[in-house]
């Protein structure tokens, strides 16, 4: 572990977890079309190449959080889920607020709930690969939640402000409005950063939890 830990450090981490994030984007419009003759448009992927590419990526996902993880343990003594936490009633009320918050926004933007309508637009096999793609996203952006945190924790000396959700809607949220090609889908996707961020602060920091209400709120 080094001696003075500094927010730089943790910053670093939650980079390497966005620039894990940003890996797909390599795989799917560098890598696939031009080693494996993927099509540039990710649209017209067959139900094989769609499934390779997101088991790719989840692979390359799994491998960065791991990373990630180790080295904020090793480097800077800081293990995620050394912390346990029991909720208050109000804790769990909030939490509640925060994902009825998100599920509603989802239904919004789906016109319905965001998994009945992925299922049906993509079966029984795609829907489970997806997921299973999604599961490993949450993974990556709560880190860049739970570091971002920690690292403005660290300058600001203030516990109670969602730095990581801030951080994290900038990032992943602007990351998917460049993918998307819209504005409105980074402002959302800011939007549900800095929510995502006050649902890990309501959690406690207690990261089991948190994954489980963030993959919810993610999903649904």
């Known amino acids: 572990m080094k001696k003075n830990v500094r927010g730089w450090d943790y910053i670093l981490l939650a980079l390497t977890a966005f620039g894990g994030l940003g890996m797909e984007v390599l795989y799917a419009y560098f890598l696939e079309p031009n080693l494996l003759g993927f099509s540039t448009q990710l649209g017209e992927w067959s139900t094989g190449q769609t499934i390779f590419h997101w088991v790719l990526t989840c692979i390359t996902w799994g491998l960065i959080a791991w990373y990630a993880i180790h080295d904020a343990k090793k480097n800077c003594g800081f293990d995620i889920f050394a912390h346990k936490e029991t909720l208050k009633k109000w804790q769990w009320c909030a939490i509640a607020v925060c994902i009825v918050v998100a599920i509603a926004s989802s239904y919004i933007s789906w016109d319905g709930f965001k998994v009945i309508e992925e299922f049906k637009s993509k079966g029984a096999l795609l829907f489970t690969f997806q997921y299973i793609y999604y599961a490993f996203e949450t993974v990556l952006f709560m880190l860049i939640i739970v570091f971002a945190q920690k690292a403005f924790e660290k300058w600001f000396k ?7 959700g801030i951080v994290c809607g900038l990032t992943w949220g602007l990351a998917h409005a460049f993918t998307k090609g819209s504005i409105l889908v980074g402002i959302e996707g800011i939007f549900f950063g800095f929510l995502l961020g006050t649902a ?7 990261i089991r939890k948190t994954y489980v209400i963030l993959f919810i709120m993610f999903v649904c």
């Open 158 to 164: 203030n516990d109670k402000i969602p730095y990581g």
């Open 200 to 206: 890990y602060l309501f959690a406690g920091r207690d």
